[in-house]
């Protein structure tokens, strides 16, 4: 698999975990846009008439103001006036039962989730680390083989090709084998050559 399009995969389901994160995180009024309201101004809404319908689900109460604007709010336990208000102003109520709340598989993948995201991106990072330094480190582990006159020598006559090219190798390896010669006119090592043929 090609490097680069692992890294952007890695990146890209990094992004979608986070997107996830924040969502999940996220309560359901904010997702809905609903206006959360205090419950002093759902009563103070209820007694102006302002309210046409209400939802209650436990401890949640939402609905509709006249305008059409939606809100939601949490009421204490055992409050009477309020419906008795709710219905003295004509607003349709009705009940559900209230959720259940976030299911114990959802709770423990977004508690650990954040734990799971640090120990893969230290992972992720010390293999880069130790790929970097391996990279870094390998000139030790050359492959060259050294060549000796059993193996065969290979001289310049043996090489055919453009002269003007085999003159400049020559000076290059006279360079090495006496470097004094030509650093005493000025010569300094040359950083690379580059050979081209079959």
């Not at 002093?40 to 109460?61: C, F, H, K, P, Y």
């Not at 009477?80 to 423990?108: C, D, I, N």
């Amino acid at each position: 698999m090609n490097p680069n399009f692992r890294n952007f995969a890695l990146w890209v389901v990094i992004f979608l975990l986070v997107l996830a994160l924040v969502t999940l995180f996220q309560s359901p009024s904010q997702r809905a846009n609903i206006n959360e309201i205090p419950y002093s101004q759902l009563i103070n809404e209820s007694e102006a008439g302002r309210i046409t319908n209400v939802v209650v689900a436990g401890q949640e109460i939402s609905g509709t103001f006249s305008d059409g604007r939606s809100f939601v709010t949490y009421a204490p336990y055992g409050d009477p006036a309020l419906l008795k208000t709710l219905a003295q102003k004509g607003v349709q109520v009705s009940a559900r039962a209230p959720s259940e709340g976030t299911p114990w598989f959802m709770a423990l993948l977004v508690n650990s989730l954040p734990f799971v995201i640090f120990i893969g991106l230290w992972i992720f990072m010390s293999r880069q680390m130790q790929n970097g330094a391996g990279r870094a480190m390998g000139f030790g582990k050359s492959k060259a083989k050294l060549l000796t006159e059993a193996h065969g020598r290979v001289t310049f006559d043996d090489v055919a090709g453009i002269d003007e090219a085999k003159e400049d190798l020559t000076e290059i390896v006279e360079f090495l084998r006496d470097p004094q010669k030509f650093q005493r006119l000025g010569g300094r090592i040359p950083r690379g050559v580059l050979l081209v043929g079959p």
